[in-house]
T-cell receptor
Framework: AQSVTQLGSHVSVSEGALVLLRCNYSSSVPPYLFWYVQYPNQGLQLLLKYTSAATLVKGINGFEAEFKKSETSFHLTKPSAHMSDAAEYFCAVSGNFGNEKLTFGTGTRLTIIP | DTGVSQDPRHKITKRGQNVTFRCDPISEHNRLYWYRQTLGQGPEFLTYFQNEAQLEKSRLLSDRFSAERPKGSFSTLEIQRTEQGDSAMYLC??????????FGQGTRLTVV
């Protein structure tokens, strides 16, 4: 079984500041990990994914995440926040081949302060 | 192809009525998923198809819910005898590569 925990349901950062959204996972098999972004009344858009290749994963819109097995973490970062980054962010996990579904965290709402 | 398409985008229904949602996946994607998302929560897995075969159903999917994917193309999700607790956003996703799911914009269901 897999699960993810997102620490902080709301995060506020100033425009231009570092964005850090936290995600810890639990998995009985080597995990596949994902970050999705959701804008109001929209579906989810994939930001980036970890599939056991490089531990530092770069995604769209300047976001990146680092897989740390020792800490069971997959935190999302962006060096400089932009107003357009305001959205809901979801961390998700799936197991190896044959366990296809995604298990999502409860989400973190990111607010950007001008 | 512009992505996963869901219809309708919004549905308001009276308690006890049946509703049906449609999802058109990205063409050539053989995997199709349904998720449900309630306010303030992440999406929860409902069911999954590979081609026309329904491979997994969540325990969240009560007997009032049924999903089909005839001919492995579009899919429908039907809810019979709707209840207020069914009010949620219903999301469809499709994929070709394991785990890399592309989501539609969802169908927001309100049961009054």
């Amino acid at each position: 079984a897999q699960s993810v925990t997102q620490l902080g349901s709301h995060v506020s950062v100033s425009e231009g500041a570092l964005v850090l959204l936290r995600c810890n996972y639990s998995s009985s098999v080597p995990p596949y990990l994902f970050w999705y972004v959701q804008y109001p009344n929209q579906g989810l858009q994939l930001l980036l994914k970890y599939t056991s290749a490089a531990t530092l994963v770069k995604g769209i819109n300047g976001f990146e995440a680092e897989f740390k097995k020792s800490e069971t973490s997959f935190h999302l970062t962006k060096p400089s926040a932009h107003m357009s980054d305001a959205a809901e962010y979801f961390c998700a996990v799936s197991g190896n081949f044959g366990n296809e579904k995604l298990t999502f965290g409860t989400g973190t709402r990111l607010t950007i302060i001008p | 192809d512009t992505g996963v398409s869901q219809d309708p985008r919004h549905k308001i229904t009276k308690r006890g009525q049946n509703v049906t949602f449609r999802c058109d996946p990205i063409s050539e994607h053989n995997r199709l998923y349904w998720y449900r998302q309630t306010l303030g929560q992440g999406p929860e897995f409902l069911t999954y198809f590979q081609n026309e075969a329904q491979l997994e159903k969540s325990r969240l999917l009560s007997d009032r819910f049924s999903a089909e994917r005839p001919k492995g193309s579009f899919s429908t999700l039907e809810i019979q005898r709707t209840e207020q607790g069914d009010s949620a956003m219903y999301l469809c996703a499709s994929s070709l590569v394991e785990g890399e799911a592309f989501f539609g914009q969802g169908t927001r269901l309100t049961v009054v």
